[in-house]
């Protein structure tokens, strides 16, 4: 991989470090979500906090579980500008569904388009380089005023991620991962069970849902995310790195 995955040193005094991420993680072993978001959302980390969600094909059953108990956390969404249409109409379907007040789009920054994807093809050659003006760059920004963020990445989907743990320290914030032990049977009980909207494009075959450029349907058989970035040695987008950069597996 490319340097387009490193993440720059921190100059500030992080508000979180590893050894806080591993006290949380023991902290709520065996305890359900709903109540583990319950006690940090209303307690420790209300205001300290937001839900990070790409409205995909499972986004609906942790936004549920958030709302739940706080409509009011900001929800942030990254539109690359590449997003299928559908994914944007779902949005807005889905936060209007489940109430929440303070949906935050960011978009990547237009200079930094204009100098280093003026084109919008740089998918095609260095999906790497795309996703870190696209994503990364736009996410660092939206993350700026807090000291932790809800991710909806799940054990199940793939390979790089079936030893996902709960909690994770990520640039000096506390990461987490309520629906890490999650698996595909529970996600659709959970949806039948409060008639929850499906994204329209898990019906046509794609059950992890990016960018237009970059998401093919998947056949029966293979991992849920093979249909991102297909044909390319890429697991991850760059906002979540499984390893330490430069060693991401692949597959």
Not at 21 to 31: L, S
Not at 205 to 223: H, N, Q, R, W
Not at 227 to 238: A, D, F, M, P, S
């Amino acid at each position: 991989m490319g340097n387009a995955l490193r993440k720059p040193d921190l100059i500030d005094v992080a508000p979180f470090s590893p050894v806080d991420a591993a006290a949380m993680e023991a902290r709520f072993a065996g305890v359900d979500t709903r109540d583990m978001l319950g006690e940090l959302l209303t307690g420790e980390l209300k205001g300290r906090v937001a839900a990070v969600s790409s409205f995909g094909a499972e986004s609906a059953v942790l936004l549920h579980l958030i709302s739940q108990v706080d409509k009011d956390i900001p929800v942030i969404f990254l539109n690359t500008q590449k997003i299928f249409g559908a994914t944007l109409a779902y949005r807005d379907e889905l936060s209007e569904t489940l109430g929440f007040t303070d949906l935050r789009v960011f978009r990547p920054d237009p200079r930094l388009l204009a100098a280093k994807d003026a084109t919008g093809l740089r998918w095609n050659y260095d999906p790497d380089g795309c996703c870190d003006i696209r994503k990364v760059e736009p996410l660092r920004r939206a993350l700026a005023p807090f000291d932790a963020w809800i991710s909806g990445r799940k054990g199940f989907q793939a390979g790089t991620r079936q030893a996902m743990p709960r909690f994770e320290e990520d640039e000096g914030r506390l990461k987490l991962n309520p629906l890490a032990a999650w698996d595909k049977a529970k996600l659709d009980a959970y949806f039948d069970e409060h008639k929850l909207p499906r994204h329209p494009l898990e019906a046509e075959g794609y059950p992890s849902i990016g960018c237009a450029p970059c998401t093919s349907k998947v056949l029966p058989g293979e991992d849920p995310r093979s249909g991102r970035w297909r044909g390319w040695e890429k697991v991850e987008c760059g906002i979540h790195v499984p390893e330490k950069p430069g060693e991401e597996p692949v597959f």
